[in-house]
Antibody, heavy 120, light 110 residues
Framework: EVQLVESGGGLVQPGQSLRLSCTGSGFTFGDYAMNWVRQAPGKGLEWVGIIRKKIHGGTIEYAASVKGRFTISRDDSKSIAYLQMNSLKSDDTAVYYC???????????WGQGSLVTVSS | QSALTQPASVSGSPGQSITISCTGTSSDVGGYNFVSWYQQYPGKAPKVIIYEVSNRPSGVSIRFSGSKSGNTASLTISGLQAEDEANYYCSSYTRSTTYVFGTGTEVTVL
């Protein structure tokens, strides 16, 4: 079964850091670009960033709202993608999803999501 | 990168057809055929229902169809059913080599 599972979410105070993990199984992880997408409570989907697959250079892009604070990385040997979040703000409170893209901008599969709450 | 514009809500009666628009610019929707649509139920992860403007993944109902004209993409749901009541989001690749999602549309089956 193709599956992505996020972990590492929780409650943090403003200014603190948190690292999310996204573990894949049932497919060749290295064949997929990995994205992070977030959804604030009651709001829509917001693309956070992407790390492309190695044959495409493993390049990384970020949304303007997180650039300079968030870092995406991947370890294909462990089938894991990471989202390191620093200098967290209350606006970063959201469910964070990881999603793979094999081609053509098709976000599939998706993880179940991990809730990050930034509050004092 | 601004979010793509979708109507906040669309409704229809069972059996009817509805269309959801997704308006961007020549730097995203109008410039690439990498437009996808996602269905999301409350509390659940999104699911792709259309990719590359008009392609349906295996297992997705033929009642879902996609198209694009200029800077606007559209999702049509034919033969509306109660199970189609959900939130729908479009997404597009952009000239900045990033992605952007639409504002989302809540579909209500009357």
């Amino acid at each position: 079964e193709v599956q992505l599972v996020e972990s590492g979410g929780g409650l943090v105070q403003p200014g603190q850091s948190l690292r999310l993990s996204c573990t894949g199984s049932g497919f060749t992880f290295g064949d997929y670009a990995m994205n992070w997408v977030r959804q604030a409570p009651g709001k829509g989907l917001e693309w956070v960033g992407i790390i492309r697959k190695k044959i495409h250079g493993g390049t990384i892009e970020y949304a303007a709202s997180v650039k300079g604070r968030f870092t995406i990385s991947r370890d294909d040997s462990k089938s894991i993608a990471y989202l390191q979040m620093n200098s967290l703000k209350s606006d970063d409170t959201a469910v964070y999803y990881c999603s793979g893209i094999m081609s053509a901008g098709r976000f599939d599969p998706w993880g179940q999501g991990s809730l990050v709450t930034v509050s004092s | 990168q601004s979010a793509l514009t979708q109507p906040a809500s669309v409704s229809g009666s069972p059996g009817q057809s509805i269309t959801i628009s997704c308006t961007g610019t020549s730097s995203d929707v109008g410039g690439y055929n990498f437009v996808s649509w996602y269905q999301q139920y409350p509390g659940k992860a999104p699911k792709v229902i259309i990719y590359e403007v008009s392609n349906r993944p295996s297992g997705v109902s033929i009642r879902f169809s996609g198209s694009k004209s200029g800077n606007t993409a559209s999702l049509t749901i034919s033969g509306l059913q109660a199970e189609d009541e959900a939130n729908y989001y479009c997404s597009s690749y952009t000239r900045s080599t990033t992605y952007v999602f639409g504002t989302g549309t809540e579909v209500t089956v009357l």
